[in-house]
């Protein structure tokens, strides 16, 4: 992005009588304030959503084997370790003999830890 049109610029220009360059400085100014909100917006959203992960990441424990999500008293889960490591996913697994069961990548989660019911 190109520096924005100083005001002091502008006035420059309307003091020589400059009024149509000082008029294309002031739509550029226009055309910049609006690049930078809708950069600020994107970058807002952007913020939201990592917050968001920050947030989720807060409530997950690793008992070793799968994910587990704190809420409270009580915990939900187990999700899937290799779908939330390597896709960012939040993935139920499902009972599977004495392990879990992933759908969405597969793989069979044995029971190698305490937690595991
Ligand atoms: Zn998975």
Redesign the pocket.
Known sequence: MSALPSYKEIIELLKKGATIEAQEKIMELREKALELQEENLRLREELTKLQKAIDLEKTLSFDGAVYWMNKGETKQGPY?P??HDTKALL?HLHKDGPGWF?Y??T?HFGPHSSLVM
Do not use: D, Y
Request: glycine letters at 0%; hydrophobic letters at 25%; aromatic letters at 0%.
């Open positions: 899937c290799k779908c993935v992933c969405e990548c793989i």
